[in-house]
């Protein structure tokens, strides 16, 4: 049985899933979730970190402490 959280992801991703995934031969659901962890696995060990990524933006300047309010000025 699935829970509310694992519910709420089938139902909003299921479109993007049977897009995605249509068309694969994988003979059934435990080989296609181990082809897509190996993917997730090679992906997540080759990732680089982004530079120079919204330079500008006000987002990357760290202004405020915890609890001191909202950051935007009037």
Request: net charge positive; charged share 25%; with cysteine.
């Amino acid at each position: 049985m699935l829970t509310k959280v694992e519910r709420i992801y089938h139902d909003r991703f299921a479109a993007v899933r049977h897009f995605a995934l249509g068309g694969t031969d994988h003979r059934s659901h435990a080989e296609q979730n181990a082809a897509i962890g190996s993917y997730v696995r090679r992906r997540n060990a080759r990732a680089r970190p982004k530079v120079n990524f919204a330079v500008g933006s006000r987002i990357r300047t760290w202004n405020r402490l915890p609890g001191q309010g909202c950051a935007t000025s009037h």
